[in-house]
């Protein structure tokens, strides 16, 4: 059972940057996509950005830009790198893997809070 934990979430002013980290507790061996959704209170969960193990990106449209992806195969990890934060930015984001194995599967963290202040 892979666990993810995140990191990186809080506080931020309009127009400031934050980094989140998401750790797997264990190396991936198979084919997988690794990445980030978010959610309002009240809203679903939308995708914000994945990237698979060949370093293929996936964006929501409207954050590409101002919102990178990126992998450490080596460190089982993946981050999110968030600029120009808006306060429609604030969501709780959670990690996702998802492996492309016979029996795909796929696995979250418990999130963390971003808070962007207008």
């Known amino acids: 059972q892979v666990q993810l934990v995140e990191s990186g979430g809080g506080l931020v002013q309009a127009g400031g940057s934050l980094r989140l980290s998401c750790l797997a507790s264990?190396?991936?061996?198979?084919?997988?996509?690794m990445g980030w959704y978010r959610q309002t209170p009240g809203g679903q969960r939308e995708k914000v950005a994945l990237?698979?193990?060949?370093?293929?990106?996936d964006y929501e449209d409207s954050l590409r830009g101002r919102f990178i992806i990126s992998r450490d195969i080596a460190k089982n990890t993946v981050y999110l790198q968030m600029n120009s934060l808006q306060p429609e930015d604030t969501a709780v984001y959670y990690c996702?893997?998802?492996?492309?194995?016979?029996?795909?599967?796929?696995?979250w963290g418990q999130g963390t809070r971003v808070t962007v202040a207008s």
């Open positions: 264990e190396k991936i061996s198979s084919k997988n996509v």
């Open positions: 996702n893997l998802y492996t492309m194995t016979n029996s795909p599967r796929a696995y």
């Open positions: 990237m698979d193990s060949d370093e293929r990106t």
